[in-house]
Protein backbone atom coordinates (compact mmCIF):
# COMPACT_ATOMS: atom_id res chain seq x y z
CA UNK A 1 0.00 0.00 0.00
CA UNK A 2 1.65 3.48 -0.94
CA UNK A 3 0.44 6.81 -0.31
CA UNK A 4 1.68 8.85 -3.37
CA UNK A 5 3.27 8.01 -6.44
CA UNK A 6 5.89 10.85 -8.51
CA UNK A 7 8.08 11.23 -11.15
CA UNK A 8 10.94 13.86 -11.10
CA UNK A 9 13.56 14.48 -13.76
CA UNK A 10 17.49 15.35 -13.16
CA UNK A 11 16.89 19.14 -12.26
CA UNK A 12 13.66 17.67 -9.24
CA UNK A 13 10.93 19.05 -12.08
CA UNK A 14 7.50 17.40 -10.66
CA UNK A 15 6.45 15.49 -14.20
CA UNK A 16 3.94 12.89 -12.64
CA UNK A 17 2.14 13.10 -9.34
CA UNK A 18 -0.69 10.98 -7.84
CA UNK A 19 -1.84 11.33 -3.97
CA UNK A 20 -4.09 8.00 -3.44
CA UNK A 21 -4.21 8.40 -0.16
CA UNK A 22 -3.88 11.86 1.40
CA UNK A 23 -1.91 10.61 4.47
CA UNK A 24 1.49 12.47 3.70
CA UNK A 25 1.86 16.01 3.38
CA UNK A 26 2.15 18.23 0.62
CA UNK A 27 6.13 18.91 -0.83
CA UNK A 28 7.37 15.36 -0.41
CA UNK A 29 8.35 15.55 -3.62
CA UNK A 30 10.89 17.71 -2.80
CA UNK A 31 11.86 16.65 0.24
CA UNK A 32 12.83 13.69 -1.62
CA UNK A 33 15.05 15.23 -4.31
CA UNK A 34 16.75 17.40 -1.45
CA UNK A 35 17.91 14.13 0.37
CA UNK A 36 18.62 12.54 -2.33
CA UNK A 37 20.46 15.36 -4.32
CA UNK A 38 23.07 16.00 -0.90
CA UNK A 39 22.50 12.74 0.27
CA UNK A 40 26.35 13.20 1.33
CA UNK A 41 27.22 16.21 2.66
CA UNK A 42 30.03 16.17 -0.50
CA UNK A 43 27.42 15.59 -3.19
CA UNK A 44 29.40 12.57 -3.74
CA UNK A 45 27.25 9.79 -2.81
CA UNK A 46 23.83 7.86 -3.99
CA UNK A 47 21.23 7.40 -1.62
CA UNK A 48 19.88 4.44 -0.48
CA UNK A 49 16.51 3.26 -2.56
CA UNK A 50 14.61 3.23 0.45
CA UNK A 51 14.98 5.86 3.45
CA UNK A 52 12.78 7.53 6.00
CA UNK A 53 12.01 11.07 6.47
CA UNK A 54 10.08 12.41 9.45
CA UNK A 55 8.01 9.37 9.97
CA UNK A 56 7.46 8.90 5.72
CA UNK A 57 8.55 6.36 4.05
CA UNK A 58 10.34 7.16 0.18
CA UNK A 59 11.52 4.44 -2.21
CA UNK A 60 12.85 5.06 -4.94
CA UNK A 61 14.52 3.81 -8.67
CA UNK A 62 16.70 5.79 -11.18
CA UNK A 63 15.10 4.86 -14.79
CA UNK A 64 17.34 6.72 -17.59
CA UNK A 65 17.92 9.77 -15.60
CA UNK A 66 14.74 9.72 -14.28
CA UNK A 67 13.37 9.08 -10.38
CA UNK A 68 10.63 6.86 -10.05
CA UNK A 69 9.75 7.13 -6.51
CA UNK A 70 6.41 6.66 -3.88
CA UNK A 71 6.00 7.42 -0.43
CA UNK A 72 3.90 6.02 2.59
CA UNK A 73 3.14 5.85 6.34
CA UNK A 74 2.67 2.11 6.28
CA UNK A 75 5.31 -0.30 7.40
CA UNK A 76 5.13 -2.57 3.29
CA UNK A 77 7.60 -5.30 1.90
CA UNK A 78 10.55 -2.77 0.14
CA UNK A 79 11.06 -5.27 -2.40
CA UNK A 80 7.34 -5.19 -3.33
CA UNK A 81 7.29 -1.27 -3.36
CA UNK A 82 10.98 -1.17 -5.44
CA UNK A 83 9.73 -4.15 -7.95
CA UNK A 84 6.29 -1.56 -8.36
CA UNK A 85 8.22 1.48 -9.34
CA UNK A 86 10.24 -0.73 -12.20
CA UNK A 87 6.78 -2.28 -13.55
CA UNK A 88 5.39 0.71 -14.06
CA UNK A 89 8.53 2.61 -16.02
CA UNK A 90 8.79 -0.33 -17.87
CA UNK A 91 4.77 -0.83 -18.79
CA UNK A 92 5.28 3.30 -19.51
CA UNK A 93 8.38 2.64 -21.82
CA UNK A 94 5.74 0.22 -23.35
CA UNK A 95 3.14 2.33 -24.30
CA UNK A 96 5.23 5.23 -24.95
CA UNK A 97 7.91 3.90 -26.63
CA UNK A 98 10.57 5.67 -25.65
CA UNK A 99 10.74 6.98 -21.74
CA UNK A 100 12.09 10.31 -21.20
CA UNK A 101 11.44 13.61 -19.77
CA UNK A 102 9.88 14.95 -22.95
CA UNK A 103 7.76 11.76 -23.82
CA UNK A 104 5.87 12.22 -20.32
CA UNK A 105 4.82 15.52 -20.79
CA UNK A 106 3.37 14.86 -23.98
CA UNK A 107 1.76 11.82 -23.07
CA UNK A 108 0.78 12.96 -19.53
CA UNK A 109 -2.68 12.05 -19.85
CA UNK A 110 -2.05 8.44 -20.99
CA UNK A 111 0.57 8.04 -18.58
CA UNK A 112 -2.51 9.35 -15.85
CA UNK A 113 -4.91 6.88 -17.36
CA UNK A 114 -1.78 4.17 -17.06
CA UNK A 115 -1.48 4.64 -13.39
CA UNK A 116 -5.42 4.66 -12.48
CA UNK A 117 -5.29 1.58 -13.70
CA UNK A 118 -2.37 -0.07 -12.38
CA UNK A 119 -2.69 1.65 -8.78
CA UNK A 120 -6.45 2.07 -6.91
CA UNK A 121 -6.20 3.84 -3.48
CA UNK A 122 -2.79 2.86 -2.95
CA UNK A 123 -3.47 -1.20 -3.28
CA UNK A 124 -1.74 -2.60 -6.89
CA UNK A 125 -4.02 -3.76 -9.51
CA UNK A 126 -2.84 -4.88 -12.38
CA UNK A 127 0.53 -4.23 -14.40
CA UNK A 128 0.73 -6.07 -17.50
CA UNK A 129 1.07 -4.42 -20.45
CA UNK A 130 -1.03 -6.93 -22.48
CA UNK A 131 -3.99 -6.86 -19.59
CA UNK A 132 -3.78 -3.13 -19.68
CA UNK A 133 -4.74 -3.11 -23.54
CA UNK A 134 -8.20 -3.78 -22.39
CA UNK A 135 -9.31 -0.80 -20.03
CA UNK A 136 -6.60 2.21 -21.40
CA UNK A 137 -7.76 3.80 -24.41
CA UNK A 138 -5.69 6.95 -24.68
CA UNK A 139 -3.06 6.22 -28.02
CA UNK A 140 0.93 7.80 -27.36
CA UNK A 141 1.82 10.50 -29.16
CA UNK A 142 5.22 10.17 -30.58
CA UNK A 143 7.93 11.94 -28.81
CA UNK A 144 11.17 13.45 -30.46
CA UNK A 145 14.14 10.94 -29.24
CA UNK A 146 17.17 13.57 -30.56
CA UNK A 147 16.52 15.73 -27.89
CA UNK A 148 17.39 12.84 -25.17
CA UNK A 149 18.82 9.60 -26.16
CA UNK A 150 17.69 6.84 -24.52
CA UNK A 151 20.16 5.31 -22.09
CA UNK A 152 18.32 1.41 -21.75
CA UNK A 153 21.19 -0.85 -22.50
CA UNK A 154 19.86 -2.37 -25.74
CA UNK A 155 19.97 1.98 -27.06
CA UNK A 156 23.65 1.31 -27.44
CA UNK A 157 22.77 -0.93 -31.28
CA UNK A 158 21.71 2.50 -32.58
CA UNK A 159 24.83 4.26 -32.11
CA UNK A 160 27.21 4.17 -35.01
CA UNK A 161 25.88 0.86 -36.22
CA UNK A 162 23.07 -0.42 -39.00
CA UNK A 163 22.65 -3.71 -37.30
CA UNK A 164 19.23 -2.66 -36.14
CA UNK A 165 16.98 -0.05 -37.63
CA UNK A 166 17.23 3.50 -34.93
CA UNK A 167 13.36 3.32 -34.43
CA UNK A 168 13.46 -0.03 -33.00
CA UNK A 169 13.54 1.08 -29.64
CA UNK A 170 11.51 3.94 -29.47
CA UNK A 171 8.34 2.28 -30.91
CA UNK A 172 5.17 2.05 -28.56
CA UNK A 173 3.92 -2.04 -28.57
CA UNK A 174 0.42 -0.62 -29.05
CA UNK A 175 0.22 2.12 -31.15
CA UNK A 176 -0.07 1.74 -34.86
CA UNK A 177 2.92 3.09 -37.11
CA UNK A 178 1.72 6.19 -39.36
CA UNK A 179 -0.70 5.13 -42.55
CA UNK A 180 -1.99 2.07 -40.07
CA UNK A 181 0.31 -0.26 -40.95
CA UNK A 182 2.49 -1.86 -38.53
CA UNK A 183 6.48 -3.16 -39.00
CA UNK A 184 6.56 -6.85 -38.67
CA UNK A 185 9.85 -7.50 -36.22
CA UNK A 186 10.62 -9.10 -32.81
CA UNK A 187 13.71 -8.32 -30.73
CA UNK A 188 15.63 -10.88 -28.66
CA UNK A 189 18.35 -9.18 -26.20
CA UNK A 190 21.04 -11.53 -24.22
CA UNK A 191 22.12 -8.70 -21.59
CA UNK A 192 24.56 -10.05 -19.30
CA UNK A 193 25.92 -8.52 -16.24
CA UNK A 194 29.26 -8.98 -14.88
CA UNK A 195 30.03 -9.45 -10.99
CA UNK A 196 34.46 -9.49 -10.83
CA UNK A 197 36.69 -9.00 -7.90
CA UNK A 198 40.59 -9.09 -8.56
CA UNK A 199 43.47 -9.43 -6.28
CA UNK A 200 46.10 -5.94 -6.82
CA UNK A 201 47.98 -8.45 -9.57
CA UNK A 202 45.17 -9.12 -11.68
CA UNK A 203 43.87 -12.62 -10.32
CA UNK A 204 40.31 -13.32 -9.97
CA UNK A 205 39.18 -13.57 -6.26
CA UNK A 206 35.24 -14.18 -7.36
CA UNK A 207 33.06 -14.17 -10.56
CA UNK A 208 29.68 -14.01 -10.84
CA UNK A 209 27.23 -13.61 -14.46
CA UNK A 210 23.78 -12.39 -14.01
CA UNK A 211 22.01 -12.90 -17.05
CA UNK A 212 18.67 -12.53 -18.85
CA UNK A 213 17.54 -12.77 -22.12
CA UNK A 214 14.44 -9.74 -23.05
CA UNK A 215 12.21 -10.08 -25.99
CA UNK A 216 10.51 -7.30 -27.28
CA UNK A 217 7.60 -8.27 -29.74
CA UNK A 218 5.96 -6.25 -32.69
CA UNK A 219 4.19 -9.03 -34.60
CA UNK A 220 0.61 -8.96 -34.99
CA UNK A 221 -2.02 -12.16 -34.29
CA UNK A 222 0.68 -13.16 -31.02
CA UNK A 223 2.05 -16.14 -33.10
CA UNK A 224 3.76 -18.78 -31.41
CA UNK A 225 7.66 -18.57 -31.42
CA UNK A 226 10.40 -21.15 -30.89
CA UNK A 227 13.71 -19.80 -29.62
CA UNK A 228 16.68 -22.36 -29.41
CA UNK A 229 19.62 -22.04 -27.64
CA UNK A 230 23.23 -23.86 -27.53
CA UNK A 231 22.68 -27.52 -28.05
CA UNK A 232 25.77 -27.53 -25.51
CA UNK A 233 23.65 -25.91 -22.70
CA UNK A 234 23.75 -27.75 -19.26
CA UNK A 235 22.24 -26.53 -16.26
CA UNK A 236 23.03 -27.72 -12.71
CA UNK A 237 25.06 -31.00 -12.37
CA UNK A 238 26.07 -32.97 -15.49
CA UNK A 239 23.00 -30.93 -17.59
CA UNK A 240 20.23 -33.34 -15.99
CA UNK A 241 16.91 -32.00 -15.82
CA UNK A 242 15.70 -28.72 -16.22
CA UNK A 243 13.77 -28.95 -12.68
CA UNK A 244 17.08 -29.58 -11.35
CA UNK A 245 18.94 -26.85 -10.05
CA UNK A 246 20.49 -27.67 -6.83
CA UNK A 247 24.08 -28.30 -8.50
CA UNK A 248 26.58 -25.79 -9.98
CA UNK A 249 28.69 -27.91 -11.09
CA UNK A 250 28.92 -29.71 -14.65
CA UNK A 251 30.54 -30.25 -18.29
CA UNK A 252 29.92 -28.70 -21.00
CA UNK A 253 31.00 -25.12 -22.41
CA UNK A 254 27.85 -23.30 -21.89
CA UNK A 255 27.35 -24.40 -17.64
CA UNK A 256 24.06 -22.23 -15.78
CA UNK A 257 24.20 -22.40 -12.21
CA UNK A 258 20.00 -22.25 -12.12
CA UNK A 259 17.78 -20.58 -14.16
CA UNK A 260 14.03 -19.30 -14.41
CA UNK A 261 11.43 -18.55 -16.95
CA UNK A 262 8.70 -16.46 -17.95
CA UNK A 263 5.71 -17.91 -17.23
CA UNK A 264 4.63 -17.77 -20.89
CA UNK A 265 7.54 -20.20 -21.63
CA UNK A 266 6.85 -23.70 -22.44
CA UNK A 267 9.48 -25.75 -20.95
CA UNK A 268 8.08 -29.22 -23.51
CA UNK A 269 11.49 -29.86 -25.39
CA UNK A 270 14.36 -27.93 -23.06
CA UNK A 271 15.61 -30.89 -22.41
CA UNK A 272 16.02 -32.56 -25.45
CA UNK A 273 16.51 -29.60 -28.35
CA UNK A 274 17.12 -26.81 -25.80
CA UNK A 275 14.21 -25.46 -27.53
CA UNK A 276 11.91 -22.55 -25.97
CA UNK A 277 8.42 -22.43 -27.35
CA UNK A 278 6.36 -19.27 -26.07
CA UNK A 279 3.43 -16.83 -27.33
CA UNK A 280 4.65 -13.38 -26.40
CA UNK A 281 2.73 -10.97 -25.03
CA UNK A 282 3.04 -7.71 -25.46
CA UNK A 283 6.04 -5.57 -23.90
CA UNK A 284 9.30 -6.40 -23.25
CA UNK A 285 9.43 -9.25 -20.99
CA UNK A 286 12.41 -11.08 -19.79
CA UNK A 287 12.19 -15.13 -21.27
CA UNK A 288 15.08 -16.52 -18.88
CA UNK A 289 16.72 -15.04 -16.02
CA UNK A 290 20.18 -17.30 -15.26
CA UNK A 291 22.86 -17.36 -12.77
CA UNK A 292 26.44 -18.41 -13.67
CA UNK A 293 29.55 -19.00 -11.16
CA UNK A 294 31.14 -21.21 -12.66
CA UNK A 295 34.92 -19.81 -14.15
CA UNK A 296 34.85 -17.86 -17.51
CA UNK A 297 37.43 -15.23 -19.19
CA UNK A 298 36.81 -11.90 -18.05
CA UNK A 299 36.58 -9.31 -20.75
CA UNK A 300 38.67 -7.17 -18.46
CA UNK A 301 41.28 -7.93 -16.75
CA UNK A 302 42.80 -5.16 -13.92
CA UNK A 303 45.72 -4.91 -12.54
CA UNK A 304 47.25 -2.01 -9.91
CA UNK A 305 50.60 -1.33 -8.66
CA UNK A 306 50.77 1.28 -5.77
CA UNK A 307 54.20 2.40 -4.50
CA UNK A 308 55.29 5.17 -1.72
CA UNK A 309 57.83 7.48 -2.82
CA UNK A 310 58.23 9.43 0.20
CA UNK A 311 56.49 10.60 3.10
CA UNK A 312 54.26 12.62 1.22
CA UNK A 313 53.72 11.37 -2.03
CA UNK A 314 52.46 8.18 -3.70
CA UNK A 315 52.20 6.69 -7.29
CA UNK A 316 49.34 4.42 -8.96
CA UNK A 317 49.46 2.79 -12.12
CA UNK A 318 46.47 1.21 -13.41
CA UNK A 319 46.50 -1.34 -16.21
CA UNK A 320 43.49 -2.62 -17.76
CA UNK A 321 44.05 -5.72 -20.28
CA UNK A 322 40.31 -5.92 -22.74
CA UNK A 323 40.46 -9.61 -23.32
CA UNK A 324 37.63 -10.33 -25.53
CA UNK A 325 38.19 -10.14 -29.53
CA UNK A 326 39.68 -7.56 -31.34
CA UNK A 327 36.42 -6.90 -33.95
CA UNK A 328 34.62 -6.38 -30.86
CA UNK A 329 34.58 -2.89 -29.06
CA UNK A 330 33.78 -1.76 -25.03
CA UNK A 331 31.79 1.68 -25.04
CA UNK A 332 31.41 3.96 -21.99
CA UNK A 333 34.14 3.21 -20.23
CA UNK A 334 34.97 4.52 -16.35
CA UNK A 335 37.29 3.66 -13.98
CA UNK A 336 37.66 5.38 -10.30
CA UNK A 337 39.78 5.16 -6.91
CA UNK A 338 38.56 6.81 -4.03
CA UNK A 339 42.29 8.08 -2.65
CA UNK A 340 43.50 8.77 1.10
CA UNK A 341 41.69 11.48 2.39
CA UNK A 342 45.11 13.51 3.25
CA UNK A 343 45.33 13.35 -1.32
CA UNK A 344 45.57 17.26 -2.31
CA UNK A 345 47.06 16.88 -5.56
CA UNK A 346 47.45 14.23 -8.69
CA UNK A 347 49.31 14.27 -11.67
CA UNK A 348 48.33 12.07 -14.34
CA UNK A 349 50.58 10.38 -17.18
CA UNK A 350 48.42 8.71 -20.19
CA UNK A 351 50.00 6.47 -22.64
CA UNK A 352 51.69 8.88 -25.84
CA UNK A 353 49.56 9.91 -28.54
CA UNK A 354 45.97 8.19 -26.80
CA UNK A 355 42.82 9.77 -27.65
CA UNK A 356 39.45 9.54 -26.18
CA UNK A 357 40.84 9.46 -22.95
CA UNK A 358 40.36 12.32 -19.88
CA UNK A 359 41.63 12.10 -16.37
CA UNK A 360 40.52 13.98 -13.16
CA UNK A 361 40.97 14.14 -9.60
CA UNK A 362 37.31 14.98 -7.70
CA UNK A 363 38.62 16.54 -4.79
CA UNK A 364 35.34 16.44 -2.88
CA UNK A 365 35.46 12.89 -2.48
CA UNK A 366 38.87 12.39 -2.93
CA UNK A 367 37.98 10.39 -6.25
CA UNK A 368 40.17 9.07 -9.11
CA UNK A 369 38.22 8.96 -12.68
CA UNK A 370 39.78 7.79 -15.76
CA UNK A 371 37.38 7.99 -18.81
CA UNK A 372 37.91 6.35 -21.73
CA UNK A 373 35.51 6.84 -24.61
CA UNK A 374 36.23 3.09 -26.56
CA UNK A 375 38.28 0.10 -25.85
CA UNK A 376 39.42 -2.28 -28.70
CA UNK A 377 39.45 -5.65 -28.05
CA UNK A 378 42.87 -7.27 -27.15
CA UNK A 379 44.49 -3.83 -26.47
CA UNK A 380 46.45 -2.99 -23.05
CA UNK A 381 45.99 0.45 -21.76
CA UNK A 382 48.04 1.91 -18.57
CA UNK A 383 47.32 5.06 -16.48
CA UNK A 384 50.52 6.35 -14.20
CA UNK A 385 48.76 8.31 -11.36
CA UNK A 386 51.40 10.68 -9.30
CA UNK A 387 49.68 11.57 -5.64
CA UNK A 388 50.26 14.30 -3.34
CA UNK A 389 49.37 14.48 0.48
CA UNK A 390 48.83 17.26 2.57
CA UNK A 391 50.45 15.61 5.66
CA UNK A 392 52.08 12.32 6.64
CA UNK A 393 49.96 9.54 7.12
CA UNK A 394 51.08 7.01 9.82
CA UNK A 395 49.54 4.28 8.04
CA UNK A 396 49.25 2.37 5.12
CA UNK A 397 48.75 4.50 2.80
CA UNK A 398 48.00 1.72 -0.05
CA UNK A 399 45.03 -0.06 2.54
CA UNK A 400 43.21 4.08 2.86
CA UNK A 401 42.85 3.51 -0.92
CA UNK A 402 40.58 1.58 -3.52
CA UNK A 403 39.09 -1.03 -4.72
CA UNK A 404 39.34 -0.14 -7.93
CA UNK A 405 35.75 -0.07 -9.73
CA UNK A 406 34.92 -0.31 -13.57
CA UNK A 407 32.13 0.61 -15.40
CA UNK A 408 31.85 -0.61 -19.34
CA UNK A 409 29.29 -1.55 -21.99
CA UNK A 410 30.32 -3.90 -24.84
CA UNK A 411 27.68 -4.43 -27.34
CA UNK A 412 27.78 -7.98 -29.38
CA UNK A 413 29.55 -9.81 -27.13
CA UNK A 414 28.90 -12.41 -24.24
CA UNK A 415 31.05 -13.78 -21.68
CA UNK A 416 29.09 -16.74 -20.90
CA UNK A 417 28.95 -17.86 -24.77
CA UNK A 418 25.21 -18.76 -24.60
CA UNK A 419 23.42 -17.88 -28.18
CA UNK A 420 20.27 -17.74 -29.85
CA UNK A 421 21.02 -20.79 -32.77
CA UNK A 422 17.45 -19.57 -34.29
CA UNK A 423 14.50 -17.62 -33.73
CA UNK A 424 11.12 -19.10 -35.19
CA UNK A 425 7.90 -17.88 -36.12
CA UNK A 426 5.14 -20.14 -36.69
CA UNK A 427 3.91 -18.79 -40.07
CA UNK A 428 1.03 -17.20 -41.01
CA UNK A 429 1.22 -17.46 -45.15
CA UNK A 430 3.88 -18.24 -47.38
CA UNK A 431 5.03 -14.64 -47.77
CA UNK A 432 5.27 -13.71 -44.08
CA UNK A 433 8.64 -13.07 -43.03
CA UNK A 434 9.11 -10.99 -40.14
CA UNK A 435 12.17 -9.17 -39.26
CA UNK A 436 14.28 -11.23 -36.53
CA UNK A 437 16.51 -9.13 -34.80
CA UNK A 438 18.70 -11.07 -32.02
CA UNK A 439 21.21 -8.86 -29.81
CA UNK A 440 24.35 -9.22 -27.43
CA UNK A 441 25.34 -7.04 -24.88
CA UNK A 442 27.94 -7.10 -21.27
CA UNK A 443 28.35 -4.97 -18.97
CA UNK A 444 29.27 -4.32 -15.72
CA UNK A 445 27.46 -4.39 -12.56
CA UNK A 446 29.99 -4.95 -9.60
CA UNK A 447 33.87 -5.01 -11.28
CA UNK A 448 36.67 -4.04 -8.96
CA UNK A 449 40.22 -4.94 -7.97
CA UNK A 450 42.10 -4.52 -4.74
CA UNK A 451 44.75 -2.48 -4.11
Same mark, same amino acid.
Request: aromatic share 10%; proline share 5%; charged share 25%.
Given at each position: ????F????????S?V???Y????? #??????F?? &??KFW?????????P???????????VKVV?L??????RA????S?????????AR?T??Y??V???????K???????????V???G???????E??K??????????????? =?P????SI? $??? $???M?? +?A???????N???G =???E??F????????????S????L?S?I?G??L??S?? +??????????????????G???I?D?????G???V?L???N???SV????????K????V??????P???Y?I????????????????????? *??V???????F?S??T??TV??????? &???????F????G??????????????L? %??? #????????????? #?? +??? =?E???N???E?G???M??V?????????????? =?? *? #?KS??????? %?? @??V??????V *? @??
Amino acid at each position: MISQFFVLSQRGDSIVFRDYRGEVQ #KGSSEIFFR &KVKFWNEDGEGEAPPVFNVDGVNYFHVKVVGLFFAATTRANVSPSLVLELLQRIARVTKDYLGVLNEDSLRKNFVLVYELLDEVIDFGYVQRTSTEVLKSYVFNEPVTAHVTRL =QPLDPASIF $TQG $TKRMPG +TAVTKSVVANEPGG =QRREEIFVDIIEKINMTFSSSGYILTSEIDGTILMKSYL +TGNPEIRLALNDDLNIGRGGRSIYDYNSSSGSGPVMLDDCNFHESVHLDSFDIDKTLSLVPPDGEFPVMNYRITQEFKPPFRISTLFEEAGALK *AEVIIKIHAQFPSKTTANTVVVQIPLP &KHTSRVNFELEPGVVGQTTDFKEASKKLE %WNI #KKVVGESELTLRA #KL +TFS =QESHGNIARESGPVSMNFVIPMYNVSRLEVKYL =QI *A #KKSQNYNPYR %WV @RYVTQANSYV *A @RI
